[in-house]
């Protein structure tokens, strides 16, 4: 529902109130008419009338605004009217008559027609009030409203009011004035005041006249210039020449006329470019995107003739930076030419900006190409065309867009519809299901089952991963074979949606799709239904030839997807002249195509046919000999080479791991010492690691390990439990790491087997670490977090100008200021804006460095607070650490408010300001410049007071104080 404000209503009854008081005016003629015949027949006074002269000589009569002009005596039933007041002046015009233009229009039929009917001037005014105010809220704001819209809207306000047609010419009336009054805003243009015109075209109207005033000479349009400045265009074309220069020249000097030309040609018409607008001449706007295109054509053509000519390729850069350009050259002429759907087509946008720049990109990229060899800048500045180029594709052709959407939807399609099949088995079987129930049922009886458990689901996930990576290349595979038919629907249904061009194009595409992305149901599910039985069957042989046989089925499909995918493309677009007929939007539309989930060619048993046996009595030992076969592996791989280095540290601490590990299974009730021997022995591994400095990775896992281990085994004697009720994470944990640290014993200390082992032991790492008490974690959390603080303290002074102060804010009103008088105005404030963005991140690099150095130093210190203070809060260690770090930061770069008071002068001028642009003043910019050498002092400062010893004294003493003052109690 639409509301109105209360200000149109009354603009308008203050409108009609002053028309009526119009002379010349439809509305005004009636009133007078009905109003003198009541007046002249109570015998009062008549009003005086004042001849008032207008603008251009016409003299035209008003009533006085005298308490006789009101006409009140008859409703006050005074017997007469006061005489009016007349000066000397006013006589001596008061002998003047009305021009004839105006008396003319008393004897309108309109006014002839008000004065037979008094009733006619409430119908009159009535229609008039009826059209403007439809008039107004069709136009909106008008503020807001363009030149040739507000003259519209007068037009319409004109016929309303006068009762005849708007004065039309070819003469500028109707035109919006230029000047002095258009001086005032140039985002928009002010008309010229159309009082005296509208009363000169009503009497001209009245006087049955052709002939339209002419304006005063003075109020003459000037001719329309481009809009905005004149210099950043100006830049823009020196910007284009560039490449012409640099690039151009040099190719050819080295007799690369065909390239070399064709780089100078499209250098000099995006030179042209800024100063172009809708009305230059098609040629001139469609000349950047030819030469674009003719330049892609040519080092295309090299490139492919080199290719021809050697039997290799050569240049891929070349290739594809001509392919680009050539597709860039085709939007850039789609641009120019006004043929770019949708926002991308106006030259007075920020469209117009990125077709400037898309196109300098692909003729500096197809340039730098053919300029091979590049060294490092350059071959930068190759890649960052590429990404720069892809902003002309913007202005390609609608069904472009379609048609690359429907090849990739048919390419995702490919990819789905055959992992359907692929990994059907597990949907439409109850194997899955019953390894599951079989595992289960196992792991309830053992824990230590685990193990060959493992074993058997290793191959059958590599298997399930492997059928969902042949989907992913089939189906890619699938989608690049058909791209071309789904290509053209997707095309024909953006160009013409309900045409029989768009249904043969579906036809044909729907025919591969139906009996390949699509074909489990048709064409897949009747052959596996017949192995299916097979694999649901309780026996095991019969079950696994089932399932082996519905897995080269799914082989064969796949082997099927991939051989008539390409026959059925062809066969399709042969069959489906037959099938065109009227468009149905539930088979025709892009959007009809979907890969059905409910594919199953039966019903699935809701639980297993398998018998369920009842769990043993006692559990096997053959999971427990499995466990120990895989402890003893890294025993023999790693310990033959041990021993025979015959080292007295090595040998017993190694095997002291190993033996004591595979030993594991049967300690189901041995005593807690027995059950700790792995993890001590890890422990004392991971301790010699470190101190021997050769893996220090390895030697930490161990021994964080191995204390975890030994927390393990605590934690289990406490509750009661053995090993066979435990988690078995611990074992595998335990293992991962000795085969790691056997690695280094034995002198693997990098390739394969280093690298793997200790990959393994980082993966089963967690099994232990788990184990390992709160406070450790919370201070490895406080040990990080001492990078991440002292990186954000010395980013908080490198940055301060632009989260303290109003000097990037004021930039960037200064760059809005300039861009909303030209958006050519972005290729000069580039060179502001790109200096401030690599300041930016310069600040993050020198704060992250920094920070991370000065972090290192004190995470130490960090970690033992955060764990002193979750271990024993109120402990003297934990207010003593907790000072030390408070107070050597505080001194150092956590001393922010020391730099706030340095440059808290300084402030209040970094935020000054152009009152009309936003630019910063030269005072803020002197400002900034100082505010630069105090921070680069606080850096000094914070840096010595951290590397010397003078933060960690003053840390000391804080934290002795804390230490000596105790825990400080919060007031109730």
């Given at each position: 529902m639409t509301t109105?404000?209360?200000?149109?209503?009354?603009?308008?009854?203050?409108?009609?109130?002053?028309?009526?008081?119009?002379?010349?005016l439809a509305p005004y003629a009636a009133a007078q008419s009905i109003r003198s015949a009541p007046a002249a027949s109570a015998n009062t006074a008549a009003p005086a009338m004042s001849p008032i002269t207008g603008a251009q000589g016409a003299s035209f009569s008003i009533p006085s605004l005298m308490p006789s002009a009101l006409s009140l005596t008859s409703s006050l039933g005074a017997p007469s009217a006061p005489a009016p007041l007349m000066t000397p002046a006013a006589a001596a015009v008061k002998a003047l008559t009305a021009p004839a233009p105006l008396a003319a229009a008393s004897a309108s039929p309109l006014v002839q027609a008000a004065a037979a009917r008094p009733a006619a001037l409430s119908r009159t005014v009535s229609a008039a009030a009826k059209t403007t105010f439809t008039s107004l809220e069709k136009a909106g704001p008008i503020k807001n409203a363009s030149a040739s819209s507000a003259s519209g809207l007068g037009q319409e306000l004109?016929?309303?009011?006068?009762?005849?047609?708007?004065?039309?010419?070819?003469?500028?009336?109707t035109v919006p004035a230029f000047g002095d009054w258009a001086a005032l805003n140039e985002s928009r243009q002010l008309a010229r005041p159309a009082?005296?015109?509208?009363?000169?075209?009503?009497?001209?109207?009245?006087?049955?006249?052709?002939k339209i005033p002419a304006p005063p000479a003075d109020m003459t349009p000037a001719p329309r210039s481009p809009k905005g400045p004149f210099w950043p265009r100006l830049l823009s074309a020196g910007l284009a020449l560039a490449p012409a220069v640099f690039l151009g020249l040099p190719l050819l000097a080295a007799s690369a006329w065909l390239v070399g030309g064709l780089v100078m040609a499209t250098s000099l018409t995006l030179a042209v470019m800024p100063f172009l607008s809708e009305s230059s001449p098609k040629i001139l706007r469609a000349a950047p995107g030819v030469t674009l295109a003719a330049l892609g054509f040519a080092v295309a053509g090299v490139s492919l003739s080199l290719s021809i000519g050697l039997g290799v390729a050569v240049a891929p850069a070349l290739a594809w930076s001509g392919a680009l350009a050539i597709i860039g050259g085709w939007g850039l002429t789609r641009y120019g030419l006004g043929k770019t759907e949708g926002r991308y087509g106006?030259?007075?946008?920020?469209?117009?900006?990125?077709?400037?720049?898309?196109?300098?990109?692909?003729?500096?990229?197809?340039?730098?190409?053919?300029?091979?060899?590049?060294?490092?800048?350059?071959?930068?500045?190759?890649?960052?065309?590429?990404?720069?180029s892809a902003l002309l594709w913007f202005h390609l052709p609608g069904w472009i867009g379609k048609g690359m959407t429907a090849a990739i939807e048919g390419a995702w399609h490919g990819v789905l519809g055959l992992s359907r099949v692929l990994t059907a088995i597990h949907r439409d079987t109850v194997l899955l299901d019953r390894l599951e129930k079989f595992s289960e049922r196992h792991w309830n009886a053992s824990k230590w089952n685990a193990v060959w458990l493992a074993v058997m689901w290793t191959p059958i996930m590599l298997a399930e991963a492997a059928m969902y990576a042949l989907s992913a290349a089939g189906g890619l595979v699938v989608g690049a074979v058909t791209a071309p038919v789904n290509f053209l629907w997707g095309a024909s249904a953006k160009l013409w949606p309900e045409s029989r061009l768009n249904v043969y194009f579906a036809e044909a595409a729907r025919f591969v799709f139906d009996n390949v992305q699509n074909g489990k149901i048709r064409r897949f599910n009747?052959?596996?239904?017949?192995?299916?039985?097979?694999?649901?069957?309780?026996?095991?042989?019969?079950?696994?030839?089932?399932?082996?046989?519905?897995?080269?089925l799914q082989l064969g499909w796949l082997g099927y997807s991939l051989i008539a995918a390409p026959l059925l493309s062809v066969a399709g677009l042969m069959f489906a002249f037959g099938r065109v007929g009227a468009y149905d939007s539930k088979r025709h539309s892009t959007r009809s195509l979907r890969i059905s989930r409910d594919d199953s060619p039966s019903e699935k048993p809701e639980a297993p046919t398998q018998p369920k046996p009842g769990p043993p009595a006692k559990a096997s030992i053959a999971p427990k000999l499995i466990a120990v076969a895989l402890a003893l592996v890294p025993a023999c791989f790693f310990g033959l080479p041990i021993l025979a280095g015959h080292s007295l540290i090595q040998i017993p601490l190694y095997f002291g791991l190993v033996l004591p590990l595979a030993a594991m299974p049967f300690m189901g009730k041995a005593p807690v010492w027995v059950k700790s021997l792995a993890g001590r022995a890890l422990f004392y591994n991971g301790l010699v690691l470190l101190l021997n400095?050769?893996?220090?990775?390895?030697?930490?896992?161990?021994?964080?390990?191995?204390?975890?281990?030994?927390?393990?085994?605590?934690?289990?004697?406490?509750?009661?439990?053995?090993?066979d009720e435990a988690e078995l994470g611990a074992f595998f944990g335990a293992l991962g790491a000795s085969a790691a640290v056997g690695a280094v014993w034995a002198g693997f200390l990098g390739g394969w087997i280093g690298w793997g082992t200790l990959a393994l032991a980082a993966a089963t790492s967690p099994f232990l670490l788990m184990h390992l008490p709160s406070w450790v974690w919370e201070g490895a959390l406080g040990f990080l977090k001492?990078?991440?603080?002292?990186?954000?303290?010395?980013?908080?002074?490198?940055?301060?100008?632009?989260?303290?102060?109003?000097?990037?804010?004021?930039?960037?009103?200064?760059?809005?200021?300039?861009?909303?008088?030209?958006?050519?105005?972005?290729?000069?404030?580039?060179?502001?804006?790109?200096?401030?963005?690599?300041?930016?991140?310069?600040?993050?690099?020198?704060?992250?460095?920094?920070?991370?150095?000065?972090?290192?130093?004190r995470a130490p210190f960090a970690f033992a607070a955060a764990a002193f203070r979750e271990a024993k809060p109120d402990s003297k260690a934990a207010l003593f650490t907790r000072g030390l770090l408070d107070g050597w930061k505080s001194s150092s770069d956590g001393s922010k408010?020391?730099?706030?008071?340095?440059?808290?002068?300084?402030?209040?001028?970094?935020?000054?300001?152009?009152?009309?642009?936003?630019?910063?003043?030269?005072?803020?910019?002197?400002?900034?410049?100082?505010?630069?050498?105090?921070?680069?002092?606080w850096f000094i400062g914070a840096l010595a007071m951290s590397l010397s010893v003078i933060s960690l004294l003053i840390g000391l003493y804080r934290g002795v104080s804390a230490a000596l003052a105790g825990p400080q109690k919060s007031e109730a």
């Open positions: 109105f404000s209360i200000r149109r209503p009354l603009s308008a009854a203050v409108s009609f109130s002053l028309i009526l008081a119009c002379p010349g004109e016929n309303a009011l006068t009762g005849a047609a708007a004065a039309k010419s070819d003469s500028d009336m009082g005296d015109l509208i009363a000169q075209a009503a009497a001209a109207y009245a006087a049955h006249s052709d106006s030259y007075g946008s920020i469209e117009t900006l990125s077709a400037f720049f898309g196109g300098l990109a692909a003729m500096t990229g197809v340039a730098l190409a053919a300029s091979t060899p590049l060294g490092w800048t350059a071959s930068a500045l190759l890649w960052l065309s590429y990404p720069l009747p052959l596996e239904a017949k192995l299916i039985p097979l694999a649901n069957s309780p026996k095991f042989l019969v079950s696994a030839a089932g399932s082996l046989g519905i897995r080269a400095g050769s893996a220090i990775w390895v030697g930490l896992i161990a021994l964080l390990g191995g204390w975890g281990f030994g927390r393990w085994v605590k934690k289990t004697s406490e509750k009661g439990g053995s090993f001492s990078f991440s603080r002292s990186i954000k303290a010395f980013h908080d002074v490198a940055g301060f100008w632009h989260s303290d102060t109003e000097f990037r804010s004021n930039l960037r009103k200064h760059a809005s200021y300039w861009l909303g008088k030209t958006y050519w105005n972005g290729v000069w404030l580039s060179a502001i804006w790109v200096p401030v963005g690599l300041i930016q991140a310069a600040e993050f690099l020198v704060s992250a460095a920094l920070g991370a150095a000065i972090g290192l130093l408010k020391l730099f706030d008071r340095l440059v808290s002068g300084l402030k209040p001028a970094m935020n000054e300001a152009s009152p009309v642009t936003g630019r910063p003043t030269a005072k803020a910019a002197g400002a900034f410049l100082l505010a630069r050498f105090v921070q680069l002092a």
